[in-house]
């Protein structure tokens, strides 16, 4: 049975997605001048930044998307290329978001309007990101990738494991579950 090399950047997708949920939930409030927590977006923009790709993306842009080229797919006009592009799209929504953030936690309240509307393009993108992923490069991943290759794409998602700080998945696990306790409270 072929060691699987999938599994646990699908693991790190469903933290993302949790954090997608509240994205989702708070953006429209905010627009709406019914959620002025701006540290929840910076906070948003430290997870996605820190979890979902300097640690998630890294994994998939270094070790697995590099191991699908290596053995035939084009690293041009090719399920990969498409990836990166999205994962390129996604930094430019964060970056739009901080900014935004920043501005209206400064006092610029004109600016919620921009900060929902990339929050909710973001979530979007990810979201839709993350299904392709999951329901078809993933799988093709899984059947091409030869046995050979397996062990050194595991020992790549350790190493880079290994290079986080001390409880970096734990923090933005606990990160996440607040904003979930402090949505829970609020709609109760």
């Given amino acids: 049975m072929k060691r699987d090399i999938t599994q646990a950047l699908v693991e790190e997708h469903r933290l993302i997605l949790r954090m997608l949920a509240l994205l989702e939930r708070n953006a429209p409030l905010t627009a709406a001048g019914r959620y002025a927590n701006f540290q929840f977006f910076r906070d948003a923009v430290d997870f996605i930044r820190s979890y979902a790709d ?12 590099e191991a699908l080229i ?65 329901t078809i490069l993933y799988p093709l991943a899984e059947r091409i990738i030869p046995e050979g290759l397996r062990e050194g794409i595991v020992g790549g998602y350790e190493a880079a494991e290994a290079r986080t700080p001390a409880g970096f998945a734990e923090h933005y696990l606990h990160l996440v579950e607040q904003y979930e306790a402090e949505a829970t409270a609020k709609a109760a």
């Fill in 70 to 134: 290596t053995n035939g797919m084009p690293r041009e006009n090719s399920p990969v290329a498409a990836m990166l592009m999205e994962h390129d799209q996604g930094r430019a929504y964060v970056k739009a978001m901080e900014e935004a953030a920043l501005a209206a936690e400064g006092g610029d309240t004109s600016r919620t309007g921009a900060l929902a509307e990339n929050a909710r393009a973001y979530l979007t993108l990810l979201r839709e990101h993350i299904d392709k992923e999951d």
């Fill in 54 to 65: 300097r640690f998630h993306h890294a994994k998939e842009e270094e070790i697995l998307f």
